[in-house]
């Protein structure tokens, strides 16, 4: 029987390229996206192109049970939807905050509630949580963005142990720098600039994202074939690291066998 994923976020850059791999294999695709003209060339017989926005509780529930309807299973999910918000926390209004934090992680587990029931009754499914490398280290006036990715690593380590009691599996994918439109229409920064303080840091910040080098970036391409390592591989590895850049950078900081043998032991204490 054909398999079927479920992508959020599907219109561009790493969504869009993880709905081509996944179509290429031979899956049945549901690619959602806010806009669904976005997602035109796409579609095909075994593409679903629906719409999906984190903010709107209607659309997931609907593009979930349109998904059922047409394909009969999800197998995988993809959480790959969201944005970066940057700033002073000081200068940053609630409104933004609260929308990065709707979007980032109150939409994922949104969707992710929506999709368990379906996985229980079939007593398998995958749920992939594209995070970052800022999941797990963080960086000036990131405390918005940071904050929501380091929530989406805690719940998915957590929700790893829990769907393990009906076949299911949890993985977290962490990009580095990636060849996309994150810096354009998915990043926002907020800024006053009557608070003298940090506007030293934030003019050597917004210089440094104006002359970065991007030539070790990854493209989206690169960052879908970790996807569907995460998605395919039949294992209960729980994090995976996209990119050189970013490998060196967690490395530097974290141990992956150390990971693993917290997670093992995590296991073992609750017969897990």
């Known amino acids: 029987m054909t398999k079927t994923v ?42 679903l192109v629906t719409k999906l926005d ?22 995988v999910l ?33 969707t992710i509630k929506e999709i368990l029931p379906h996985m229980r009754k079939n007593k398998s499914g995958t749920i992939v949580n594209v995070s970052s490398v800022g999941g797990r280290m963080a960086f000036p006036f990131g405390s918005l963005y940071h904050g929501s990715k380091w929530a989406v690593e805690g719940l998915s ?5 829990e769907v393990r009691l009906f076949g299911g599996r949890v993985k977290i994918v962490e ?3 990636v060849n996309t ?6 990043f926002v920064f907020s800024n006053d600039e009557s608070l003298e303080e940090y506007q030293p840091l934030v003019k050597a910040l917004t210089d440094a994202m104006e002359n ?43 141990s992956r066998t150390q990971d693993e043998k917290f997670v093992e032991n995590m296991r073992m204490t609750y017969g897990l």
């Open 6 to 47: 479920f992508i959020t976020g599907a219109s561009s850059g790493i969504g869009k390229a993880t709905a081509m791999k996944f179509k290429q294999e031979g899956w049945n695709v549901v690619a959602t996206m806010r806009n669904v003209d976005d997602g035109v060339e796409l579609k095909e017989d075994n593409v």
């Open 78 to 110: 993809i959480n790959n939807a969201g944005y970066g918000a940057y700033g002073p926390l000081e200068a940053t209004p609630m409104s933004v905050l609260r929308r990065q934090f709707d979007v980032n992680l109150f939409g994922l587990v949104e």
């Open 212 to 254: 970065a080098d991007t030539s070790g970036n990854q493209n989206p391409e690169d960052v879908a074939e970790i996807i569907w390592e995460a998605s395919t591989d039949g294992t209960d590895t729980l994090r995976y690291v996209s990119g050189v850049g970013a490998k060196k950078t967690l490395d530097s900081r974290y």
């Open 181 to 186: 439109d994150f810096g354009g229409r998915s």
């Open 157 to 161: 380590e957590a929700l790893h142990f």
């Open 54 to 75: 984190l903010l709107d509780s209607e659309t997931i529930r609907s593009s979930v049970s349109e998904a059922v309807e047409k394909f009969g299973t999800i197998d």
């Open 175 to 177: 990009p580095g720098g």
